[in-house]
Each structure stands twice: as structure tokens, then as C-alpha cells.
């Protein structure tokens, strides 16, 4: 079951709670009924699950990877991405961590990852057609098996006066920077907690005072410097995700897709069997159109000397 709150009742749950019934006065008669929420349900089968990750995913990546937040540079195999600013930096940084989360749990979908969802679907394809599926089977499997990797990093933190040597998977810390990237310091308790817990697994023990203190530290090495010099791999992970969604689906494009003739052509989409939801629908159309053409970044392969540290 989804819950959906109406619009007017965006109140409810503030300034001691009791929403609109709050504010309001009483009815002429004395009595005011208390507002509900609408209730809609939705029941996904798997192929409208899919859809519905394969839509969302590629919203995800198309927000990361475009010529707004950066530029290519150079010819394969030697390209690399610079972002336009370092706030395009951390406004990708922000989304990556979204897109390396789970969803919420009151979704219309089972709580996964993203790249989770991309496996099982990679796994278990319902539009696979002469294993076009390959591509984004191995760019989803290569891009977690790198997150995965643990790398060891020395780091200089002045504010508390400590050198260490911290051990933690890429994973790990681009979602640490990402939390940094988007809460202040009273909001990234947590993560000083995880630098307290990752310095004194690398022999550093500091108070939890001394983590805080330390988060922007912490933000300058692996934000500005690392990811920095990981942003052109990332990115190319990415692109690589959205290339093999595109390549997956083809053979669903053709096979759904009736044009109408006209000046422009129309066209309509046959959904396949599975796709009964009016907001599985909107998803397939939605996906459907978008693969219609190429994505707008071409495919391009990072120089090794963007791939041998960290």
C-alpha cells in the first residue's frame, strides 16, 4: 500500500502537530471532521517493477551525466571529464549517493538499491532478446565490484593534529562525502562517527569531538582530491549503466512501437503482458520515448592514468 497525502494538507505534523485541524475554527455547527489521507494502492507485478527501476535509474544517471554538470575531454582510450565547478562537483556527489541508496520503503517497489535492482534485473531480464541484456549486465557488475574494493588512504588532519592511515571501501566514503556534500555538521553526526570508527581501525583513536572537528578534513582528501580523480571512472561507469539500458531495451522498442503515419509521424506502444497499473504505463511510455535515440553522452573510455590509485 502507497500513501499519498493530498496537497492541502501539507500542515499536518508541524508547530505541535494536528496539521490544518490546527489552525482551522470550528464548523458553524461546532464540528470539524479530522482530514485523511487518500489511500491508492499499488501491487507491481515483476515486469512493471522493472520498468519502474529502469525509468528511475536512468532519470538518475541522466542527472549526473550531461554537458550541463561537465565536459569531455580528450579521444579514447584517453578521455576524461572535468565538471564545469565544484558546485556541479557536489551537486553529483549528492546524487551519487542517492543513486548507491535504497529506495524508501513506502515506494511502490521492493526496498533495493538501485544497483541492486539493476542485478536482479540483469539476472532475471524480462525484455532480453539474443542476450541484448550483456551490456548492462557486465557495466553494472564491473561498477559494483569497483565500489566494493577497499583502497588505503593516508590522510593529514590538521584540525586535530593526526596523520592516519584509513582502510575503507570507495563505497563507503563517496557516501560519506555525499552526506557531508549535502547536511552541515549538525546533520553529519553520523558520518563522524564513521571517521571516528575508521581512524581507530587504522591505530588513531579520537573522541567523537575530535571526528567532528575533523569532517572537513576528511572532505578536502576524499571530496576535492579523490573524487576529483575519480570522477572521470564514475562517470564512465555510469554512462556505461545507461548505454546498456539503451542497447537492452531496443528489441522492446521495436517490437511495442506502432507508427500511425501523419506530418510529424505519430506512434502508439503495445505494453506487453504484465503492464496493467496506469502508473506502470506512464513508466514504459515514458521509458519507451526516451529510448527512442542514442543518449545524448557518447560512450568513452577513460585513460588508465585516472584508474591506478585510491
Same mark, same amino acid.
Given at each position: 500500500?502507497?500513501?499519498?497525502?493530498?496537497?492541502?494538507?501539507?500542515?499536518?505534523?508541524?508547530?505541535?502537530?494536528?496539521?490544518?485541524?490546527?489552525?482551522?475554527?470550528?464548523?458553524?455547527?461546532?464540528?470539524?471532521?479530522?482530514?485523511?489521507?487518500?489511500?491508492?494502492?499499488?501491487?507491481?507485478?515483476?515486469?512493471?517493477?522493472?520498468?519502474?527501476?529502469?525509468?528511475?535509474?536512468?532519470?538518475?544517471?541522466?542527472?549526473?551525466?550531461?554537458?550541463?554538470?561537465?565536459?569531455?575531454?580528450?579521444?579514447?582510450?584517453?578521455?576524461?571529464?572535468?565538471?564545469?565547478?565544484?558546485?556541479?562537483?557536489?551537486?553529483?556527489?549528492?546524487? /551519487?549517493? $542517492? +543513486?548507491?541508496? =535504497?529506495?524508501?520503503?513506502?515506494?511502490?517497489?521492493?526496498? @533495493? %538499491?538501485?544497483?541492486?535492482?539493476?542485478?536482479?534485473?540483469?539476472?532475471?531480464?524480462?525484455f532480453d532478446v539474443d542476450n541484448s541484456v550483456a551490456?548492462?549486465?557486465?557495466?553494472?557488475?564491473?561498477?559494483?565490484?569497483?565500489?566494493?574494493?577497499?583502497?588505503?588512504?593516508?590522510?593529514?588532519?590538521?584540525?586535530?593534529?593526526?596523520?592516519?592511515?584509513?582502510?575503507?571501501?570507495?563505497?563507503?566514503?563517496?557516501?560519506?562525502?555525499?552526506?557531508?556534500?549535502?547536511?552541515?555538521?549538525?546533520?553529519?553526526?553520523?558520518?563522524?562517527?564513521?571517521?571516528?570508527?575508521?581512524?581507530?581501525?587504522?591505530?588513531?583513536?579520537?573522541?567523537?569531538?575530535?571526528?567532528?572537528?575533523? /569532517?572537513? $578534513? +576528511?572532505?578536502? =582528501?576524499?571530496?576535492?582530491?579523490?573524487?576529483?580523480?575519480? @570522477? %572521470?571512472?564514475?562517470?564512465?561507469?555510469?554512462?556505461?549503466?545507461?548505454?546498456?539500458?539503451?542497447?537492452?531495451?531496443?528489441?522492446?522498442?521495436?517490437?511495442?512501437?506502432?507508427?500511425?503515419?501523419?506530418?510529424?509521424?505519430?506512434?502508439?506502444?503495445?505494453?506487453?503482458?504484465?503492464?496493467?497499473?496506469?502508473?506502470?504505463?506512464?513508466?514504459?511510455?515514458?521509458?519507451?520515448?526516451?529510448?527512442?535515440?542514442?543518449?545524448?553522452?557518447?560512450?568513452?573510455?577513460?585513460?588508465?592514468?585516472?584508474?591506478?590509485?585510491?
Open positions: 500500500m502507497v500513501t499519498f497525502i493530498s496537497h492541502c494538507q501539507h500542515t499536518t505534523g508541524v508547530c505541535r502537530g494536528g496539521g490544518l485541524n490546527h489552525y482551522q475554527a470550528l464548523a458553524g455547527d461546532g464540528l470539524q471532521p479530522r482530514l485523511k489521507p487518500s489511500v491508492m494502492p499499488i501491487r507491481l507485478s515483476d515486469i512493471e517493477e522493472e520498468v519502474v527501476f529502469l525509468k528511475a535509474i536512468k532519470e538518475i544517471i541522466d542527472s549526473m551525466v550531461n554537458f550541463a554538470m561537465l565536459t569531455l575531454h580528450g579521444s579514447d582510450p584517453e578521455s576524461m571529464i572535468l565538471f564545469e565547478t565544484s558546485m556541479h562537483q557536489r551537486f553529483f556527489n549528492i546524487v /551519487l549517493v $542517492d +543513486f548507491l541508496s =535504497r529506495t524508501d520503503k513506502k515506494a511502490p517497489v521492493k526496498q @533495493s %538499491s538501485y544497483l541492486g535492482a539493476l542485478r536482479a534485473i540483469s539476472a532475471h531480464p524480462r551490456a548492462l549486465r557486465d557495466a553494472t557488475c564491473a561498477f559494483v565490484n569497483w565500489l566494493e574494493q577497499e583502497v588505503s588512504v593516508d590522510v593529514w588532519l590538521p584540525s586535530i593534529d593526526t596523520q592516519a592511515s584509513i582502510q575503507i571501501s570507495r563505497l563507503n566514503f563517496l557516501k560519506m562525502c555525499g552526506d557531508i556534500s549535502k547536511h552541515n555538521v549538525l546533520r553529519s553526526v553520523g558520518v563522524a562517527e564513521e571517521l571516528q570508527q575508521n581512524l581507530a581501525a587504522g591505530g588513531a583513536s579520537v573522541e567523537l569531538e575530535d571526528a567532528m572537528l575533523a /569532517l572537513g $578534513d +576528511f572532505y578536502e =582528501r576524499f571530496h576535492t582530491d579523490i573524487l576529483n580523480y575519480h @570522477s %572521470s571512472t564514475i562517470a564512465e561507469f555510469l554512462n556505461n549503466i545507461r548505454w546498456g539500458i539503451y542497447d537492452y531495451l531496443q528489441p522492446e522498442l521495436r517490437r511495442s512501437i506502432v507508427w500511425e503515419g501523419g506530418n510529424p509521424r505519430k506512434y502508439h506502444y503495445t505494453f506487453p503482458i504484465g503492464i496493467e497499473s496506469n502508473f506502470a504505463k506512464q513508466c514504459y511510455w515514458d521509458l519507451m520515448n526516451e529510448v527512442l535515440q542514442p543518449p545524448y553522452v557518447r560512450r568513452f573510455q577513460v585513460t588508465k592514468w585516472l584508474k591506478l590509485r585510491y
